[in-house]
């Protein structure tokens, strides 16, 4: 039986995406975990996130999963969420600036409070709440059998600015155009919850457990 | 195209029960959550909120279960207000499988607590629920305050001016019902909605009188609000969910279908 480690790093709920990842694939041990060893002994690795980026990097420099983090997104199918995303960025704008993985080139900013939908004639509301589409920039493993411009659950303040368009694999408009998935070798990240996505989002976590990386 | 506005169906539930009664053609037993919840989902509700109205602290561990059963099989945002007054009511349902907590007459006796809430588990997760009734005369400019029990009892506090200091100290969403308007089927206060959703940057989701489809469409386009909260016109079979949306997309509003 394949296993998924989701990363427990202090962040609080897990339920939801491991009860959602548990759903979707079948015969696959799915277990929450801030254990070096088993992290690293398991086939795939889900990296959740919620709440502050300031919280999330501190709590990732407590249990010392930083290294691990670097050595598992190297050797097995990666998949970040939400704030686990951002974490994978140089920098956040949150909390006055901190400091990220560097994983990937770009920032995580602010949106602005004075956006409008020019459309609808309404102001935009932070945070992003809410369902929105995704636009299919790569060709990915995991966006199989999932229509371009399907609609995820959104729930974020700041976004994700890519630098390098390369690995921009999803993108999303509110406002700005932004970084709603990026893919790289054994990573895929999203600013969306799939675990939370009805359909789609099942669809994706099943082609996360399917998945044996790179693409 | 961008962002799609929510459609929200509410379900009282009562010592594990949901009550106000809902019916569904094909079900004969309506009154477990966890059914009624799968209806939903399985008819396209973009979230689900849980109002428990459990009398007794003692019973509240079964909105606990109700929560879990839930989580495991319906894969939306699920909100759980009613009793929820400490930081450990808010772990507890975050535990069992809730995305949020709805806050209200807890904030209304302590809005630290809120500010506390958001600080701990973030904005994200703490909707604050605004009980709001109008108690400005005939000629005057608008007004409305905060009620509290049910609409019965004033707190002499603003709701425009509540909604900002909430949304200060951390609420990254505002519930507000009209207590007016509640359970009469005229129609959402869309002056009520408006007001709140202009002055505050964070989504605001109207509720409290509707009647039929085309007063979630008003709610969204005269009201402005980010989502549209509906009970009883789900509840009992009037409408789904699924011919809601497709009210709404015909008046041009953009929704997930």
Redesign the interface.
Same mark, same amino acid.
């Given at each position: 039986m394949s296993s998924i480690a989701i990363i427990d790093y202090g962040m609080g709920n897990l339920h939801s995406a491991a009860k959602a990842v548990a759903r979707a694939v079948e015969d696959t041990k799915v277990f929450i975990t801030n254990h070096p060893d088993e992290i690293l002994a398991a086939d795939r690795v889900v990296f959740p996130g919620v709440g502050a980026i300031r919280d999330c990097m501190s709590g990732l420099h407590e249990t010392e999963l930083v290294e691990v983090i670097g050595q598992v997104s190297k050797q097995k199918p990666f998949l970040a969420i939400c704030v686990g995303m951002q974490a994978l960025m140089e920098r956040s704008e949150e909390n006055n600036g901190i400091d990220c993985l560097g994983m990937f080139r770009g920032e995580v900013k602010l949106f602005s409070d004075s956006m409008r939908d020019e459309v609808h004639d309404e102001k935009l509301k932070v945070p992003h709440m809410g369902w929105n589409q995704v636009e299919q920039k790569l060709d990915h493993p995991l966006w199989a059998n999932i229509p371009d411009r399907s609609r995820f659950y959104f729930v974020h303040s700041y976004y994700v600015d890519a630098l390098d368009s390369d690995v921009i694999a999803g993108a999303t408009d509110y406002g700005v155009q932004f970084t709603a998935s990026i893919a790289k070798d054994n990573i895929f990240a999203v600013q969306f919850h799939p675990e939370k996505s009805h359909k789609a989002g099942l669809q994706l976590l099943s082609n996360f457990a399917h998945w044996n990386g790179a693409f | 195209? %961008?962002?799609?506005?929510?459609i929200i169906p509410c379900l009282d539930v009562d010592n594990g029960r949901v009550v106000k009664g809902v019916q569904f053609v094909d079900i004969r037993d309506a009154g477990d959550p966890v059914e009624v919840a799968k209806r939903y989902?399985e008819q396209g509700a973009?979230e689900i909120t849980f109002l428990d109205i459990t009398a007794s602290s003692d019973d509240r561990e079964t909105m606990v279960h109700v929560v879990e059963q839930v989580? +495991? !099989?319906v894969?939306?945002?699920l909100t759980v207000g009613g009793g929820i007054r400490t930081i450990e009511d808010i772990r507890r349902m975050?535990?069992? @499988?809730a995305?949020k907590v709805g806050i209200n007459t807890a904030a209304v006796f302590n809005p630290e607590f809120v500010k506390e809430a958001a600080e701990k588990? %973030? +904005? !994200?997760?703490i909707v604050v629920a605004l009980d709001a009734k109008k108690v400005s005369q005939e000629g005057e400019p608008n007004r409305w305050e905060i009620f509290t029990h049910g609409g019965r009892k004033p707190t002499g506090i603003d709701a425009i001016e509540w909604a900002k200091k909430m949304t200060d100290y951390g609420a @990254?969403?505002i519930l507000l019902t009209s207590m007016d308007r509640d359970g009469t089927k005229i129609g959402f206060d869309l002056e009520l909605t408006r007001a709140i959703s202009d002055a505050v940057?964070?989504?605001?989701i109207a509720s409290g009188g509707v009647g039929e489809l085309q007063h979630l469409v008003d709610g969204v386009v005269e009201g402005?609000a980010?989502?549209v909260l509906a009970a009883s016109i789900f509840h009992f079979g009037e409408y789904t969910v699924e011919e809601a949306k497709k009210v709404m997309q015909d008046a041009g509003v953009?929704v997930?279908l």
């Open positions: - | 195209m %961008g962002l799609a506005k929510r989902d973009d989580a +495991s !099989q894969f939306i945002p975050l535990n069992a @499988g995305d588990y %973030g +904005s !994200q997760c @990254g969403e940057n964070v989504p605001v402005k980010d989502a953009e997930r």
